[in-house]
């Protein structure tokens, strides 16, 4: 299983982006798809499980939605209002519903004037 992520980039602060993963490969059920992110330590942002419940660390409530399109194997993460706390690399993952956990290379999103 191969996850390519991207949209991450340099923005202002207030400013919006959207980062985007797809997973490939032998892929027969998804449980959850997320993110995390790295600035240094790595937390997690936010999930969609399957059947599209969302939850979302405090700090991003409000500002960033996640999204994901089950047909696919895509999820999004339309981050907006941006803070330059929320620079970091951007990390997807994919939960299948055998156990196993598979990671993105990360992107990294800077948000600074």
């Known amino acids: 299983v191969q996850l390519q992520a991207s949209g991450g980039g340099l923005v202002q602060p207030g400013g919006s982006l959207r980062l985007s993963c797809a997973a490939s490969?032998?892929?027969?059920?998804?449980?959850?798809m997320g993110w995390y992110r790295q600035a240094p330590g790595r937390d997690f942002v936010a999930v969609v499980t399957s059947t599209g419940s969302t939850k979302y660390v405090d700090s991003v409530k409000g500002r960033f939605t996640i999204s994901r399109d089950n047909a696919k194997n895509t999820v999004a993460l339309q981050m907006n209002s941006l803070k330059p706390e929320d620079t970091a690399a951007y990390y997807c993952?994919?939960?299948?519903?055998?156990?196993?956990?598979?990671w993105g290379k990360g992107t990294q999103v800077t948000v600074s004037s």
């Open positions: 490969g032998r892929i027969f059920s998804i449980n959850e």
């Open positions: 993952y994919v939960l299948l519903t055998n156990g196993a956990t598979y």
